[in-house]
């Protein structure tokens, strides 16, 4: 089983897929039957600015195509005109706090709670928003996700589909014991995010990030697999004024990963990631180096041969198309340079996908039922041939990597996940080459 350069990134993947936050906030271009109905409510409040009605016409339509100041002014107006409409207060609480006016949404949402007779489901709703802006107030802030569940291999060990195998440039036929297996496994992803705010008006932070993936087969218990990953660095603005919405975050990272019983690799490194944010597009680069020392075992006497230092890039773009449709595409480059010429390699990584949005189920009507499908290439070029497999061929492998993955929440921030997908490689050496069928049924809850 080789760890591709792109380990990590297909971890993330099958997060993102499956309900794992990303923290974008670019926002779908409003309609354009929203934005005229728009300037119709406008017109209309300003010639009449005492009538409530119209006025609560404009503010809908304002947070609609995401002119939350305009909102505010005239949910401000409003409280000149009559000063006791607790919803009023609450919902410019609201409005400050998606601003990220925090001080300023919490004294609106206490005087709420402060004002005589406010009817009970409003009274609910402020509490619950109260605690969320002392959520963020507070400089600690940890997010994060679970996703558990079993998963269905059609070869769960990667082993040659065909059956055969090279050594010192002759074929022969495996037995059947090292063929491919199908099995189940018991799954759990998790992963966090913990933001420590600097203080500073730009909003510096500490970010530290982290991905726990743990399987358990039910068979093939030789590539049962932990692996562990934790990055920390401090996230930046880059020229606010200049360049709006570009952070950059330095930081230190660590891998480590288990293979069967045994330590396969632990991996120190540093990197950096940029991000850019536009209305409707979220752009980012991650660059990476990083030393992965391989440790020998029973089963693998000779894996220090793949002792060596990894370099990769990778740009990743995400797109809201419609309010209901976002698209999203990866690129990157990778080199992994090995103790031994035959496991040093490069890798090209180009991979597309899109999330529809298919309603709001009247059980959990904040949560959204979703459907992703992706599908990614990977190119693998080697330095040499393997004299043990073939002197004379160098291995050179293709593989695509398929998915369908649907979301149905069941409750607020918790949802069933079912995922198909299909991964084939491709190669020079039949020893390389599979065919793995994968279905996956589980649950994530965010927290």
């Known amino acids: 089983m080789r760890e591709s350069t792109w380990l990590r990134a297909g971890l993330l993947s099958l997060c993102l897929t499956c309900g794992v936050p990303l923290g974008s906030t670019a926002q779908a271009q409003p309609a354009p039957s929203d934005r005229a109905a728009y300037d119709a409510a406008f017109k209309a409040m300003i010639t009449d600015p ?8 404009f503010v809908e339509l304002a947070i609609k195509v995401g002119d939350l100041e305009g909102a505010v002014a005239a949910l401000e107006r409003m409280l000149i005109i009559a000063p006791n409409l607790p919803r009023v207060r609450l919902e410019l609480g609201v409005l400050y706090y998606r601003l990220g006016s925090y001080q300023v949404a919490r004294r609106y949402v206490t005087d709420v709670l402060a004002l005589p007779d406010v009817p009970p489901t409003v ?5 619950a928003f109260l605690a969320e802006i002392d959520r963020q107030i507070n400089p600690h802030k940890f997010s994060g996700s679970l996703l558990w569940g079993f998963r269905y291999q059609s ?16 074929d022969a036929q495996l037995d059947r014991q090292s063929t491919s297996r199908k099995d189940w496994n018991a799954f759990i992803i998790g992963t966090f995010q913990h ?31 932990l692996y562990a990953s934790l990055s920390s660095g401090p996230r930046l603005w880059l020229l606010p004024s200049a360049l709006p919405q570009v952070s950059i975050r330095p930081y230190a990272a660590l891998d480590y990963v288990i293979l069967g019983s045994s330590t396969e690799y632990v991996a120190p490194g540093l990197g950096v990631n940029i991000d850019k944010k536009w209305a409707s597009v979220s752009a980012g680069f991650v660059a990476e180096l990083r030393r992965r020392d391989y440790h020998n075992s029973a089963t693998r006497p000779f894996n220090d ?17 419609l309010p209901w449709l976002s ?15 035959f496991e040093t390699y490069n890798e090209w990584l180009l991979g597309v996908g899109l999330i529809a949005t298919m309603g709001r189920p009247s059980w959990a009507p904040d949560e959204q039922i979703s459907l992703a499908l992706s599908v990614a ?29 649907l979301q149905v929440p069941v409750a607020e921030r918790l949802a069933v996940i079912v995922q198909g997908a299909r991964n084939s490689r491709s190669s020079t050496l039949p020893n390389f080459a599979y065919v793995n069928y994968i279905a996956m049924v589980g649950m994530t809850w965010r927290f």
């Open 305 to 321: 041969f793949r002792t060596g230092w990894e370099k990769f890039g990778r740009l990743s773009a995400d797109w809201q198309v």
């Open 123 to 127: 009274r609910t709703r402020a509490e």
């Open 50 to 57: 005492g009538d409530l009605q119209k006025a609560f016409a």
């Open 327 to 341: 698209l999203g595409a990866t690129a990157g480059i990778g080199r992994f340079d090995a103790n031994k010429p």
């Open 155 to 170: 070869n769960a060990n990667a082993a040659p589909t065909g059956g055969t195998v090279r050594f010192g440039g002759i």
């Open 377 to 405: 290439r990977l190119w693998d070029n080697y330095a040499e041939p393997d004299p043990t497999i073939d002197p004379n061929t160098t291995r050179r492998d293709r593989e695509w990597r398929l998915s369908a993955t």
């Open 195 to 225: 933001l420590w705010d600097f203080g500073t008006q730009g909003g510096e932070a500490l970010d530290t990030q982290g991905t726990l993936y743990v399987a358990r087969q039910f068979k093939a218990t030789d590539v049962n697999l």
